[in-house]
């Protein structure tokens, strides 16, 4: 097969995040705005790419689309950040510390393999946690994110902020390791997720996409059939859905769940509580029913 130019952007991002996280000033790295910088600019260039290079027509997005998509990505980098950092990496961090626990050997890997390593833990994590979500009562946190109707470079920061929340945990506050390398694997998986979401016209080569999640990969996650649903769970690393025996050929052109439409924010937000909701709604219907008669 060959390949185009824009098929090897994907990987030329994560060369060159790599590379300013290998050589950045330590005060660049030290400083919290570095990150959220590269958190959000990441996927508005992402963005621009597609109006460019636009692989569906059918998932171009209007004004509104953009915006709401921009309030979830600063929700993310913001709230969701705030959240992860005070409530899960600091107690983590505490009880490391109480306990004696130390992974010194991992100061002394090579960086790319610190980078690989914070990757492989996170990702490992959210594929778990993804996978969970698809096969039991946590399905009713994630599945807002499946009714989006079209992909873009934003849409992976979109969902009930349940979700947002449990998909940021990890354990990689456990292990030793330079904040540079540990900035640089959120970054990489950003990239990764970002062009896993993306509306662009770009099918990378066999070095990347046996590896990384790729808009093929994910765009037949979210397509609408139930089977499809319940495969290639790996946000970034399809590696690990190629080991569990999750992974599955195809893509999706067609996304979205149930009646095809877009949740609000509201009802993005309300999600959860749809099957209390429903039973109120029914008892309540029940109740007139009982006096009317």
């Known amino acids: 097969m060959t390949h185009k130019p824009l098929d090897y952007l994907p990987p030329a991002f994560v060369a060159i995040v790599c590379t300013f996280w290998a050589v950045a000033p330590q005060a660049w790295v030290d400083s919290p705005w570095t990150i959220v910088i590269a958190a959000t600019a990441v996927p508005l260039l992402v963005q621009a790419i597609e109006a460019v290079a636009e692989r569906h027509e059918g998932w171009r997005m209007n004004r509104r689309e953009f915006l709401t998509d921009l309030g979830y990505v600063i929700f993310n980098t913001f709230v ?6 005070h409530l899960a990496e600091d107690p983590l961090r505490s009880a490391k510390a109480a306990l004696g626990i130390t992974t010194h050997w991992a100061m002394h890997l090579p960086f790319l393999a610190q980078v690989a390593l914070v990757v492989v833990v996170i990702e490992f994590g959210q594929y778990l946690m993804h996978r969970a979500m698809h096969n039991t009562w946590l399905w009713y946190t994630h599945a807002p994110h499946h009714h989006l ?7 992976g920061a979109v969902g009930n902020p349940v979700e947002l929340f449990l998909i940021s945990l990890s354990i990689v506050a456990l292990f030793d390791l330079p904040t540079a390398a540990v900035l640089c694997g959120v970054n990489v998986m950003i990239v990764t997720s970002v062009f896993a979401h993306a509306n662009v016209n770009a099918d990378p080569p066999p070095f990347y996409s046996f590896f990384f999640t790729t808009i ?3 765009s037949l996650h979210h397509s609408t059939g139930y089977d499809e649903t319940r495969s290639n769970y790996a946000n970034s690393l399809i590696l690990l859905d190629r080991l569990f025996g999750t992974y599955r050929e ?3 052109v067609i996304v979205g769940q149930d009646e095809r439409r877009r949740l609000s924010v509201w009802e993005q937000t309300l999600f959860p509580l749809r099957p209390v909701l ?3 709604k029914a008892a ?8 009317a008669n």
């Open 149 to 155: 109707t079209q992909l873009n470079a934003m849409k």
């Open 250 to 252: 195809g893509e999706g």
């Open 80 to 85: 969701i950040g705030w959240l992860t950092t």
């Open 278 to 280: 429903d039973r109120m």
């Open 216 to 218: 093929r990969h994910h």
């Open 284 to 291: 309540r219907a029940s109740g007139r029913s009982a006096t």
